[in-house]
C-alpha cells in the first residue's frame, strides 16, 4: 500500500533566499578544484628511483619493497658501532670471530615507525597507572638494543641492492623487514626472543639443514620492554615482556616480547664462517 503524501510536511523549504542560492552554485566549482587538485596531488613519484605512482599507498609499497634496505659504507659511523657491538658481544672465546659480510640499514616507512612509537606511548602511559612507578618505563618505555638473529634465501643488499626477495615468507630476514615479526600462537609460543648478545642469538636461532646456506642475518632492534617479568611468580598481565634463561653475561641475555610492534629492526648482519 502506498503512503499517502503527509499534508504536515509540506515544504517550508520552498521559501530561498537570494544568497542561498549563491551559495548552492560554490560548492560545486569548489568541488571540481579541490578533485583536481587531489588528483594531481595522488601522482607521487618515488624521491629514490623517480618511479611513478597514481597512489600514495603504492609509492609506499614500492618503497617498503624496493628501498627497504641500504648498505652501510666504510664512512658510516653507525657502520663501526654496529660492528663494535656485534663482534663484543659475539663472546665465542674458543670459535673465532665471525666474518661480517656487509651492515645494511633497514629503512623503515614511516608506517611502521609510527606504530613502534604508539607502542611506547601506551606502555609509558600504563606505566603511569601502576602503584609502583619504574622510570625506565615512564622515561622511554623501556627501550633496549637488542639481537634477533634469523636466516636468509636471498643476498639481500649485496653490491648496492636495495630490494627485497619475492621469497617472502621462506626468507625469514626479508618477511620480517616486509610485515614484521609473527609471533605464533600456541602453549609452546614463548613470543619474539631477543638477546643482549650476538652469540646467544646466533645459538638460539634454529635453522634447518638444508636452510643454511653458511649465511645468517642478525638483526639489531630497537626493543621496547616495558616492565620485565623475571621470575615464574605473578600474573602476566601485568608485565610487557618477560625475562628467559639468565646468562652468564647478562642477566637480561633472553627476553620474549609479545607484540610485534615492540621490536623495530634497525640494522641487519649479514655474517658467515661460524
Ligand atoms: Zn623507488
Ligand atoms: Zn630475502
Known sequence: MAKSRNPKNHP????????????????????????????KASICSCPECGEIFMKAENLELHQAV?????????????????????????????APVCKIDRILKVQNTPKTISKFEEYRDAIKAKATKLPKKHPRCLADG??????????????????????LCNSVPSCAVCSVIKSGFKVTSGVSSKGILTTATSGKAHDSCRVAVDDDHGKRAMLVCRVIAGRVK?????????????????????????????????ILPCFVVIYGGF
Not at 148 to 155: A, D, R, V
Open 230 to 262: 623475571k621470575n615464574p611468580e605473578g600474573n602476566l598481565e601485568d608485565y610487557d615482556s618477560v625475562a628467559g634463561a639468565v646468562g652468564v653475561y647478562s642477566n637480561l641475555d633472553e627476553l620474549y616480547v609479545f607484540n610485534p610492534k615492540a
Open 142 to 163: 623501556n627501550e633496549l638494543l637488542r639481537f634477533h638473529c634469523t636466516t636468509l634465501m636471498c643476498s639481500l643488499g649485496l653490491n648496492g641492492s636495495s630490494n
Open 66 to 94: 624496493r628501498h627497504a634496505v641500504s648498505e652501510l659504507g666504510p664512512d658510516d659511523t653507525s657502520k663501526n658501532i654496529v660492528e663494535i657491538i656485534f663482534q663484543s658481544s659475539w663472546l665465542k672465546k674458543q
Open 12 to 39: 517550508k523549504e520552498k521559501k530561498q533566499h537570494h544568497h542561498s542560492q549563491k551559495q548552492d552554485t560554490k560548492p560545486h566549482s569548489w568541488a571540481a578544484v579541490r578533485s583536481l587538485l587531489t588528483c
